[in-house]
């Protein structure tokens, strides 16, 4: 075998203390994640301990307030921290993901009771969150959503089916986007839901192309009643909030692409220094050198676009359509790279014998969670050219 094997990525990290921390994560990564990666997603099973492991170590809640349990840390260093867990496994580094895009809406606009009675476990107590936002006919079209909360004296009762949630039957609590009033964006409103809560119930997880260790499944809200004090926000405010959400949770994702890809290019790039053809290393041979130069551009790329993102989020400033672009190219460079990994391996790259055919099943969905591409650019074009007049 080859001693040249990829080195970690060198990353340019603020402080010591965030350096000790990534160093914590790969350590993590490397003992407790990547060993069974393949196995486990082969088997569809869920982590659930892992998710443990990583809020034991508080990194459920990095990028919150430490007075809740938080790890009080810049946006530029707890994408990294997803990049390398997902680099390790797409279902842990996007189901932290998730977590973090469920505990948004409390975190960033419930009020001090309810943030001082929900976070602390939320963010480190062990308990693993989910966002309900998509329906079965309200997907890119969010604003049309129909799952209903009527007031009833102080509670809310909510009956709905939501769709496509990722950690749907197996979280702790759910944040909960149902219409309150009239049609349109202004009639939603946003609630934390328990998991154990009575007449909420998941279907069968859905049958997936790649991610299949992460459950997907619909929700059924059947009269599930919350009080009010679970409610997020104002009456009506509950798109806004998902909005805000999904920009944050949009870098979350260009950052798990980003692993993925980096994933791809380290087993590209080894198995090209090693293997060899008409006596030389294919790593020799100029087409394929080309090849993982392009790869590796990508990445560096989608890389450095996340975090100029996550920079000007740091800073308090508006980054809703650098979060758009970092998704849009990160996403659409993950897919590119994973499948030019798979040709790198030519016939092994297609057999399960090499992880690169599973990271490129799980690179395909990245272009379509949390917005599909198609709409990213929708939101680019707008931040460039004002509303459609159609």
């Known amino acids: 075998m080859t001693d040249r094997a990829p080195q970690p990525v060198d990353r340019q990290l603020p402080t010591e203390e965030s350096r000790d921390l990534l160093a ?19 088997s569809g099973r869920f982590p659930r301990e892992i998710f443990t492991l990583l809020s034991e170590a508080g990194l459920l809640g990095l990028p919150y307030p430490g007075e809740y349990g938080g790890g009080e840390q810049p946006y530029e260093v707890y994408l990294q921290v997803l990049e390398e867990l997902a680099a390790a496994r797409l279902t842990v580094g ?7 895009l469920a505990c948004h809406g409390l975190a960033g606009y419930g009020t001090k009771e309810q943030q001082a009675a929900h976070l602390p476990a ?86 997936k192309m790649g991610m299949k260790g992460s459950p997907t499944a619909q929700l059924h809200f059947d009269g599930v009643r919350v009080p009010d004090s679970r409610r997020i926000g104002e009456e009506g405010q509950g798109f806004t909030i998902a909005l805000a959400a999904l920009d944050a949770g949009r870098l979350g994702i260009a950052a798990c692409a980003i692993g993925v890809a980096q994933a791809a290019l380290d087993e590209a790039l080894t198995y090209a220094l090693d293997r060899k053809q008409f006596g030389h290393p294919i790593a020799d041979f100029q087409g394929l050198r080309f090849m993982l130069a392009d790869m590796a551009t990508k990445i560096e790329a989608g890389r450095a676009l996340y975090l100029a993102a996550a920079r000007l989020r740091d800073a308090g400033k508006p980054f809703s359509r650098q979060a758009a672009m970092a998704k849009l190219f990160c ?56 509303p459609e007049t159609r």
Request: with cysteine; aromatic share 6%.
């Open 24 to 42: 914590l994560v790969r350590e993590i990564a490397q003992r407790e994640i990547r060993p069974v990666a393949a196995e486990e997603e082969d």
């Open 94 to 100: 996007l189901g932290v993901s998730v977590h973090s």
């Open 122 to 207: 939320m963010l480190g107590g062990g308990l693993l969150g989910a966002y309900c936002l998509s329906e079965p006919a309200a997907g890119s079209d969010a604003a049309s959503l129909t799952t209903k909360a009527v007031r009833d004296g102080d509670d809310w009762v909510i009956t709905g089916t939501k769709a496509w949630i990722t950690h749907g039957g197996v979280a702790d609590f759910y944040t909960v986007l149902a219409r309150t009033g009239a049609e349109g964006p202004k009639g939603i409103t946003a609630f934390l839901v328990p998991g154990d809560v009575d007449g909420l119930t998941a279907a069968v997880p859905e049958k």
């Open 331 to 386: 996403t659409d460079a993950a897919m590119a790279v994973t499948t030019d990994a798979v040709q790198v391996l030519g016939g092994y790259g297609y057999t399960a014998d090499f992880p690169v055919e599973r990271l490129m099943r799980e690179a395909k969905v990245l272009q379509i969670v949390e917005g599909t591409n198609q709409i990213q650019r929708m939101v680019i074009a707008r931040h460039l050219a004002g």
